[in-house]
């Protein structure tokens, strides 16, 4: 009496191969990952969390600068509206002085020269931190006196 099962009659089926044109079986879910599956997995996970973490230190101390340098505008601005509005023109010339604001001390320079038009000043306010590189430089113009 034949069987149509062969391992009941103590065959075992034959094992597939690639050699022969067959693709081995799917692996099942209850067998999981292997170990360098997960070596490589956690591999690539740190890269990526490093890469993160790079970004951000990086994101970080740019925002810090760009706030620095704002405040560094801020000043040069507030130094330029002093001299608009101071009713006499200022003299030709260089003058430097300090100011603090955003609770920190600013030096800044002042330029004074007269522009391609006589009747016309031109007026460099260059404004740099006592505590870091932060600098800025603003150019205005202002009649000159008479």
Do not use: K
Not at 22 to 35: D, I, K, Q, W
């Amino acid at each position: 009496m034949s069987s149509s099962n062969p391992g009941e009659a103590g065959l075992t089926p034959p094992r597939r191969s690639a050699e022969h044109g067959f693709t081995p079986p799917r692996r099942s879910a209850e067998h999981g990952f292997t170990l360098i599956e997960m070596l490589v997995a956690l591999a690539i996970f740190s890269l990526a969390a490093l890469a993160l973490l790079r970004l951000e230190g990086a994101t970080v101390s740019n925002t810090a600068r760009l706030q620095d340098q704002a405040m560094a505008q801020v000043v040069a601005r507030n130094i330029a509206v002093e001299t608009m509005t101071d009713p006499a023109p200022p003299s030709l010339g260089q003058e430097s002085g300090e100011v603090e604001n955003g609770g920190r001390r600013w030096g800044w320079t002042r330029l004074v020269a007269l522009s391609p038009e006589p009747r016309i000043q031109m007026i460099t306010i260059s404004v740099r931190s006592q505590a870091g590189p932060e600098s800025a430089t603003l150019t205005i113009f202002r009649r000159a006196a008479l």
